[in-house]
C-alpha cells in the first residue's frame, strides 16, 4: 500500500491514484513490488529534523528515504519537504509539479537500489528518474 500523509503542510495537488499506478509501474520495471510505502509531505524544519536526529545531518535536503525492504518487495518512508522542491524547482527552471515527481520517485529509485552519492552514481539516477517520468500517464 501507498499513502500520503502531510506533517506541518497542505498536501500537494497530485492525483493520488495516478501516482500510486506509476510508481507501481516504475518499481515494477526494477523487478520489484511494492510493500508498505509512506510518503510523508512537510516543511524545511521538519525534514532539518529528522536529518539530525536520524541521520546525523544537519542541513536541509529534498528527500530523506528510510528503506525497509525486504527480498523484491519495496518498503520504506519518504519524507520529502516541500519547501526546498519549491525552491530546486526555481533553481533548476522545472514547475513545482515537474519536480515534486522527480523527487517522488528519486525516493522509490533508491528504495529499488539505485544510488547517487558515489562516482558517477549521480549521472545513472539523473537517467533512471527521466526513464521513470516518461512513464508518467
Known amino acids: 500500500m501507498i499513502s500520503y500523509q502531510t506533517e506541518g503542510v497542505k498536501m500537494p495537488a497530485i ?3 495516478d501516482t500510486s499506478a506509476w510508481i507501481k ?18 516543511d524545511d524544519a ?6 539530525n536526529e536520524y541521520l546525523q545531518h544537519d542541513y536541509y535536503t529534498d528527500i530523506i528515504t ?3 525492504c525486504e527480498d523484491d518487495t519495496i518498503n520504506g518512508d519518504l519524507f520529502i519537504s516541500l519547501d526546498t522542491v519549491r525552491s530546486n ?3 533548476v527552471g522545472a514547475t513545482y509539479e515537474q519536480e515534486l515527481h522527480r523527487v ?5 529509485l533508491h528504495l529499488c537500489g539505485i544510488d547517487d552519492k558515489g562516482e558517477g552514481e549521480r549521472e545513472i539516477m539523473e537517467a533512471a528518474e527521466n526513464r521513470a517520468l516518461s512513464m508518467r500517464e
Open 66 to 68: 528510510f528503506d525497509y
Open 15 to 17: 492525483k493520488r491514484r
Open 89 to 91: 524547482a526555481e533553481m
Open 25 to 42: 509501474r516504475v518499481a515494477a520495471s526494477y523487478g520489484k513490488k511494492c510493500g508498505e510505502i509512506a510518503y510523508i509531505f512537510c
Open 104 to 108: 517522488i520517485i528519486h525516493g522509490i
Open 46 to 51: 521538519k525534514i532539518l529534523e529528522v536529518n
